[in-house]
């Protein structure tokens, strides 16, 4: 791979979802050549006119100044890609399956298919697994279908070198990451991206391909774990009457501790924790070992979804026939992503208990809407699906805040006057106390002390 010191490194990013549009853009914006390849046209159409076909801050910008640059652009065949490309990433979903096992259906078809194109080409090709996959895929699994398909053992090598992007914070994650780590035993492999990622100043730890592929579980237990444990301590300062986030400010200045995601809520969701948890879990027992503290933080955020349904009952009474407003659709704010909402299953909740829910988010309305069908959910007479934060108020017994947009927080008391009653619960106390009162509101904050409940979610309670 000699050939590209005498310009810049060319990267191929195959697949152009949150992870591989976002890596891809920040290799260009540090100086590498960069083409893109999905398998969807649509998106290679969207990606082409500079619009991102997912909602995060600072893509669209960053996406169309490196469009202009010239430093990023799309390409129709995975052919064309691996002409191009020096190093391929491997940037495809890895789902889960019913029993929590990842599903490698979609990496080992990428595999074969990029196998297959350099059977078709000359010099070496890096090939780099970016999605999550559980320790051993690269080389036992990826490894050995490129070269069958390819038909050839020399020309190419194979690396490990996981992803650690926040959504609703990615853009700035990728360009500014805290560490990268590089799994391989090839030494072209290893200068290669030491070089690559040299642009970006962060730590690089080199370590052998499962090592890599472990990190990236072990970290994602580890801050799930850390949401859950917050969670625990909610419930202790709600039977106390005190607030949560007092006291885990003062636990989380302990440096051993840290104070990153120490912050109690309705539970975790989105496409990381759950998901690389259960397969975590599912790999370690198919290993004849039991990943115990994972399997407690899952138990304990299966509990933490009833507890909020519990807080909400307490604060508002029996809920047949009341109208709840739910307001944060996605996973979290800043993003559209609604994949293991606690919303989703809050508002499964609410209407199994009689009430009349209506929702909104400022970008995750539409996301909502599709899953929430697909999951034959549909309960037209029960969910209202609402463009406006007053719509969903007008007439509200109860607000519940899932996710803590801005807009949110700025609670104007035309807002409270839209309301039955003008009650709500906040799940993230993200809600100032100064702007509630000056809305004339009533805020009931879980694990804020402001509602002392004697509930507590079942300790026996198997997750569902």
């Known amino acids: ?83 191009a490309a020096e190093a391929v990433f491997l940037c495809v979903p890895t789902p889960s399956r019913r ?33 999550t996959v559980v320790p051993g895929t690269a080389e036992k699994i990826v490894a050995p279908i490129v070269r069958r398909s390819a038909g050839r053992t020399l020309g190419f090598a194979v690396a490990s070198n996981p992803e650690f992007l926040a959504e609703g914070s990615m853009v ?80 989380g200045h302990d440096p051993r501790i840290g104070g990153r995601f120490l912050r109690a809520g309705p539970g975790f969701g989105g496409s990381c924790f759950d998901k690389d ?31 909020a349904l519990g807080l909400i009952r307490d604060a508002a009474g029996p809920l047949g026939g009341k109208e709840v407003a739910l307001l944060g659709l996605s996973f979290k704010a800043g993003t559209e992503d609604v994949r293991e909402s606690r919303a989703m ?44 934060v007053t719509e969903a108020l007008t007439g509200a017994d109860v607000a519940v805040l899932q996710a803590d947009w801005p807009q949110y927080l700025r609670w104007p008391s035309a807002w409270t006057r839209r309301m039955h009653r003008p009650l709500l619960v906040d799940l993230r106390r993200a809600v100032p106390r100064s702007v509630a009162h000056r809305a004339g509101l009533t805020v009931v904050g879980l694990g804020s002390g402001t509602f002392n409940s004697q509930r507590s979610a079942a300790p026996d309670q198997e997750p569902k």
């Not at 472990?214 to 237990?221: G, R, T, V």
């Not at 301590?233 to 607030?243: F, H, N, Y």
């Open 99 to 131: 029993e929590g096992a990842i599903d490698l259906r979609p990496l080992r078809q990428c595999a074969r298919d990029v196998g297959a194109s350099l059977q078709r080409r000359t010099g070496f090709r890096l090939i780099v697994v970016k999605s």
């Open 172 to 251: 700035r994650d990728a360009l500014h990451p805290e560490r990268v780590v590089i799994g391989t035993s090839d030494a072209r492999a290893l200068r290669w991206l030491r070089r690559a990622y040299r642009p970006f100043g962060a730590p690089i730890f080199c370590v052998a391909p499962s090592t890599a592929e472990l990190i990236k579980y072990a970290s994602n237990s580890f801050l799930a774990l850390k949401v859950s444990f917050a969670n625990e301590v909610a419930r202790v300062a709600d039977r106390l009457g005190v607030d949560v986030d007092t006291a885990l400010e003062a636990v």
């Open 277 to 307: 948890l259960r397969a975590f879990l599912a790999w370690s027992s198919g290993e004849g070992l039991r990943f115990r503290s994972g399997e407690t933080a899952l138990r304990v955020n299966d509990e933490q979804l009833e507890y």
């Open 1 to 83: 791979m000699t050939a590209a010191r005498s310009g810049p490194q060319r990267v191929g990013i195959v697949g152009m979802g949150h992870v591989g549009l976002v890596t891809g853009l920040a290799f260009a914006a540090r100086g590498l050549s960069v083409v893109g390849y999905d398998v969807q046209p649509s998106v290679r159409a969207a990606v082409s006119r500079g619009r991102p076909p997912f909602h995060e801050p600072g893509l669209r910008d960053l996406l169309r100044r490196e469009l202009r640059s010239g430093r990023f652009h799309v390409v129709g065949s995975l052919d064309d890609l691996v002409a």
């Open 345 to 388: 299953l809050l508002a499964r909740g609410l209407t199994r208990s009689g009430a009349r829910v209506r929702v909104h988010d400022p970008v995750a309305l539409g996301n909502f809407r599709r899953e929430w069908e697909r999951q034959g959910s549909r309960a037209p007479t029960r969910v209202r699906f609402c463009r406006t």
